[in-house]
């Protein structure tokens, strides 16, 4: 199953409510992270909830592992179902928010390797391989992996088996979903929706994806 996620990052509390709603049924999940919610708190995040779609908090977490924990508390009480940490801090604060994720019922991603062009000066080398590894001793849910160098995920869905893999980096950032889509369990699209003259037909688009 390959899902279209919309990474909401709008804003005003308005923008995001709006085009929650016009897109709802062309997407299988939201994801929002510190533009949304600084601008609009986090209870934007029970707002949305009325979409009854999964939302997901990408704070990219990579903190301490006290401090980790604390965060994905807050995150899960208010109705998130998954939370994005980084991996590179290490296996403890990684397992903090899995285990936190679990319990509550929800699901924990670790970033591996990031979209944008600059993650291959610390990403590669080694690197990306290495938090495959963690995901997998962490029991973590799956991993963020860039629709920017499939070459890259097809490499690193190889390290982490059936685990999910969500993928951002489609559109705005030149990622093909095309050559992403078989790959993957969820392409992860933003501006290309968002900022779209009409962001339902935009994300209606991306649904030829979807299976
Ligand atoms: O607008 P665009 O489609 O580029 O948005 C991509 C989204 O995915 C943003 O929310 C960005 O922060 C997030 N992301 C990413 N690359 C990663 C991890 C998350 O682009 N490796």
């Known amino acids: 199953m390959t899902d279209i996620i919309l990474a909401l ?3 005003t509390g308005k923008d995001a409510l709006s085009i929650a709603k016009k897109t709802a049924p062309f997407i299988d999940a939201i994801k929002i992270g510190y533009p949304l919610v600084l601008a609009a708190g986090l ?6 909830s009325d979409e009854g ?3 997901i908090a990408d704070f990219k977490v990579a903190d301490i592992p006290n401090t980790s924990r604390l965060i ?16 590179f801090v290490g296996r403890d604060s990684v397992l903090a928010c899995v285990e936190t ?34 995901v997998c001793e962490t ?8 629709a920017t160098r499939p070459e890259r995920t097809s490499l690193l869905r190889t390290l982490i088996g059936t685990k999910k893999i969500l993928s951002p980096g489609v559109g705005a950032q ?4 095309a050559a992403i889509a078989s790959i993957v369990d969820g392409i992860i699209v933003g501006r290309a929706i968002y900022e779209a003259k009409d962001p339902g037909s ?3 688009e991306y649904s030829r994806f979807r299976t």
């Open 139 to 146: 029991n973590a849910d799956g991993i963020i992996a860039p």
């Open 43 to 48: 209870e934007i995040a029970n707002q949305l």
């Open 72 to 87: 994905a508390e807050e995150v899960f009480s208010h109705g998130f179902s998954g939370i994005i940490c980084h991996g």
């Open 202 to 204: 935009a994300a209606e």
């Open 9 to 11: 990052d709008v804003s």
């Open 101 to 134: 994720a679990h319990d509550h019922g929800g699901e924990c991603y670790v970033v591996t390797e990031m979209s944008h062009p600059g993650a291959v000066d610390f990403f590669h080398g080694g690197i990306a391989e290495r938090i495959a590894g963690l």
């Open 53 to 55: 779609l999964p939302l």
């Open 174 to 177: 030149g990622g093909d979903p």
